[in-house]
């Protein structure tokens, strides 16, 4: 019996090994999704300029900030596994990736194919016609090559990420002292910079005015060598907390520095929300934003974990820690759940029986997606337990759980 309900409601167990402030932050990045993607997909909410188009549109940081939390919380036991050993467990790291990620993305992709695009093409042709492209999910590449899944892309570059980091450390961390690993990651990281920059004033500026988002999203948004520093800062972040504990130790020591920063970076992902739209054709828009909004929560991220603060005490609710286990089946299954949900709760049929979308105003965005959220959160929680479950009991049997930043630190003294 005990058996049984521990794979029913492990997922509400909260496990010691976890950091619970970063629950908290999945968890923030999981509901801005949420909302970001339905202030985009309504066609009925009003777009016009001002502060909370930019608060709803800037949703999209969330995916900085699980690219962030992917760098922190994957390299940072690698880098100490190389320190150890001088080498990494390759088969073991690719084993645990593979039964935490691939099941419940491919179930996803065959729910896809033989049962979401054939029920879409009854309406639209074309999602039938181009099913073929379902290819490009499977092989991971949708960032370069769109498929089937609209937020497939943002998986792909986590993918690409998990599979050539290993070996990027690797071929680079042993010729290298602690200065010049640190001064690799800041140099790697610097380059999706500059090469946005080169884009923007190369491609997107002298481009006519209506294809210069579509640019901007092919050339910049989705592929890898245009967005991997998200993930960069993450590691950064990682190697600075295991390998300068003095930085460390004096920023939590010291309360004016500490407040200063987490305020200031609190503040920052604030005022950018409000005042920057991610579509201005601009530096600060679209070259400078994601290792902005990356920096900053990375800032968030590490001010978040000395206990004892309110920030902290905030986010490491145990409410959290669920809602942080299912982020990734939520995040598979949003679209297939929040399109019929729209259709529901926002179409109706006029006198002459055509059916249109009734007006939303930007506030509404925001209770709707809430709501919309649970709702989701909910399917997920039973797509978790036949998708995900079974292969996370196997990884925790044959491959071992991810100690915790925390637990590492601690048994360090």
């Known amino acids: 019996m005990q058996k049984w309900k ?114 879409a093409a009854k309406w639209n042709p074309a999602y039938g016609e181009n099913s073929w492209r379902i290819i490009f999910d499977l092989l991971y590449v949708s960032n370069y ?32 002292g602690k200065r010049g690993r640190l001064g690799f990651l800041i140099a790697f990281t610097a380059i999706p910079l500059i090469f946005r920059a080169a884009y923007l004033f ?11 988002i579509n640019l901007y999203n092919k050339g910049i948004y989705y592929p890898f060598h245009g967005h991997y520093d998200s993930i960069f800062i993450g590691i950064i972040l990682a190697f600075l907390y295991d390998n300068y504990r003095d930085w460390m130790n004096r920023l939590f020591e010291n309360r004016i520095l500490f407040y200063s920063v987490q305020t200031g970076a609190w503040g920052g992902i604030i005022a ?11 530096i600060s828009s679209m070259v400078i934003r994601f290792p902005l909004f990356s920096s900053l929560w990375a800032l968030v991220m590490i001010t978040s974990m000395k206990e004892g603060t309110i920030v902290n005490r905030l986010l490491s609710f145990k409410i959290y820690s669920p809602i942080a286990k299912l982020s990734y089946c939520a995040y598979l299954i949003h679209i297939a759940i929040m399109t019929p949900l729209m259709r529901k709760w926002f179409v109706e049929r006029g006198d002459d029986g055509v059916p249109y979308f009734v007006q939303v105003e930007q506030w509404q965005v925001l209770p709707y997606s809430v709501i919309m959220g649970l709702i989701i959160l909910t399917a997920a929680y039973f797509y978790h337990l036949v998708a995900e479950r079974p292969f996370m009991i196997l990884k925790e049997k044959y491959a071992g759980k991810q100690i915790s930043f925390e637990k590492v630190q601690g048994a360090r003294g």
């Open 202 to 212: 190369a491609v997107i500026l002298p481009a006519p005015a209506a294809e210069q």
């Open 272 to 282: 950018y929300s409000f005042l920057m739209f991610e579509f201005d054709t601009t």
């Open 145 to 176: 090559w769109h498929g089937t899944i609209f937020h497939g892309w943002s998986l792909s570059l986590e993918e690409q990420f998990y599979l050539l980091f290993p070996f990027l450390l690797l071929l680079v961390f042993p010729r290298l």
């Open 6 to 119: 521990d794979y029913f409601f492990g997922v509400f167990h909260t496990d010691p090994r976890e950091i619970g402030s970063l629950n908290g932050i999945r968890s923030l990045a999981i509901f801005m999704l949420f909302y970001v993607h339905l202030f985009r997909f309504l066609p009925n909410v009003d777009q016009s300029r001002g502060w909370l188009r930019n608060f709803l549109d800037n949703g999209s940081q969330s995916i900085d900030m699980f690219f962030v939390l992917s760098g922190f919380l994957i390299s940072g036991p690698l880098m100490r596994q190389l320190d150890r050993k001088g080498t990494l467990d390759l088969k073991n790291f690719y084993l645990k990736r593979s039964l935490r990620i691939f099941p419940p993305y491919f179930i996803f992709c065959a729910i896809q194919y033989f049962i979401f695009i054939p029920s």
